[in-house]
């Protein structure tokens, strides 16, 4: 039997949510489903046996390829205009915010990539890594240095908001993050609390997933289209209050680039926004199919070969939401070999880890989806011509134009 891959499990860690929040076409139904860990809103101290022949490794991302330094912050930005959506009792909205940006030099520590709690969610939800050790995934190497001296720009840097997959910590866009950084753009990673598998706070609490849990509804794709609106006006206004980001961002260029879930929330996002100039959805199939308004701004959308038109022989999200894009500038591409996680981290961590490959080797589709991606921001927010969004390229033969 095919063991089954970390990206897939990950992205399928609760059944009822997938299917409310994406739809069909994303998920291999042949993909054993784990359960989301069960606890309360509650902070969390996960603890995972390890084997006494655990295997040790030290995942690495692929360094960026642009000619700039890259610096990180972590922001903790509380919402005390609204309570929590997800859990009852919390008052008020907490976010954790990674914000990526272009340093002077590469000096300081290196910033983490997850806390060993994070960490320690993912892996023990994989039966498959009962022998890794827990913070495993807490020491994979990345490239971003902590509070490195920022690169000022007259005018500001474009910014790129990132919005994860459903259970997907925001650092699973790391390697996507700090490669638009080295091509000039600041970047902020958003933590849609209770919509991760983990998710850890200043003062040491760790609280686990919950959006969702109470079962399938049809409100819920539209709610988590609605929080996550929400969540991410809120990081921007508070970027634009802060003086230091104030000055390193250009607030009239702003894109959002989302992964699954977090690429449907930020299409429907784009519609209704005035910030919002351009988006890129990576893989997100659409529930609702119909966005509150046309999508009339630069909008592209990358996916696995199951997002093709008319895949299985009949219309999916895609095909659905498809005509609502009406603006003149609209891109509908698909991968072959790709998987639903092959546009972020995981398609070059999971094998690290010894789980099975995407047909596409990891380290490929993460470099199609950072030069598309970069490309479409190229064009958007610097006014910079890309031929490669103009038709298939001999040197990328994988990516298909629909």
């Keep these: 039997m095919r ?22 076409g994303t998920a291999n139904a042949a993909t054993p489903v784990l359960p989301v860990s069960t606890g309360t809103a509650k902070a969390v101290t996960p603890v995972l046996p390890v084997s006494t022949d655990a295997k040790a490794v030290t995942p690495v991302l692929p360094a960026p390829t642009g000619d700039r330094a890259v610096g990180r912050s972590v922001l903790h ?18 976010l954790m915010v ?18 060993p709690q994070e960490s320690a969610l993912i892996i023990q939800s994989v039966p498959e890594l009962k022998d890794v050790p827990p913070g495993t995934l807490a020491k994979t190497k990345s490239y971003a240095r902590v509070d490195a001296p ?32 080295s091509r000039g753009y600041l970047v902020a990673g958003i ?34 289209a609605r929080v996550r609106a929400a969540d991410t006006t809120f990081v921007l ?7 230091h980001w104030n000055r390193l961002i250009d607030e009239t260029k702003v894109a959002m680039v989302g992964h699954s879930v977090g690429g449907q929330s930020a299409a429907q996002l784009l519609a209704v926004s005035d910030r919002v100039k351009a988006v890129v959805n990576l893989d997100g199939s659409y529930n609702p199919t119909t966005p509150a308004k046309p999508v009339e701004k630069p909008f592209m959308m990358i996916g696995n070969p199951r997002q093709e038109p008319n895949a299985g022989g009949e219309p999916k999200s895609w095909d659905l939401f498809w005509p609502h894009v009406t603006g003149d500038w609209k891109r509908w ?52 011509r890309r031929p490669l969004l103009d038709k298939p390229s001999a040197e990328y033969p994988e990516v298909k134009f629909w």
């Design 237 to 243: 206004d508070q970027l634009e209050r802060r003086k």
């Design 191 to 224: 933590e849609h609390t209770y919509e991760s598998i983990g998710t850890t706070f200043p003062d040491g609490r760790t609280v686990t997933f919950e959006a969702g849990k109470g079962g399938q509804t049809p409100e819920l794709g539209a709610k988590v």
């Design 3 to 24: 063991k089954p891959a970390l990206a897939s499990l990950l992205a399928l860690s609760t059944l009822t949510a997938l299917t409310a929040l994406t739809g069909p």
């Design 98 to 115: 990674s914000v990526w940006y272009p340093a002077r030099r590469a000096v300081g520590r290196p910033a983490p990539y997850l806390t």
């Design 77 to 94: 930005l509380v919402d005390s205009s609204r309570p929590d959506p997800w859990v009852a009792e919390r008052k008020a909205r907490e």
């Design 333 to 384: 591409l698909t991968v072959t070999g790709a998987e639903h996680t092959s546009f972020v981290d995981y398609a070059v961590l999971q094998p690290q880890l010894g789980l099975p490959k995407a047909p596409i080797d990891g380290e490929r589709s993460i470099k199609i989806t950072r030069d598309y991606v970069t490309a479409f921001l190229d064009l958007h927010l610097k006014g910079e």
């Design 150 to 181: 920022a690169l000022k720009r007259k005018g500001g840097w474009p910014l790129v908001v990132l919005s994860p997959g459903m259970t997907m910590p925001r650092a699973t866009m790391t390697s996507l993050a700090e490669e638009f950084v």
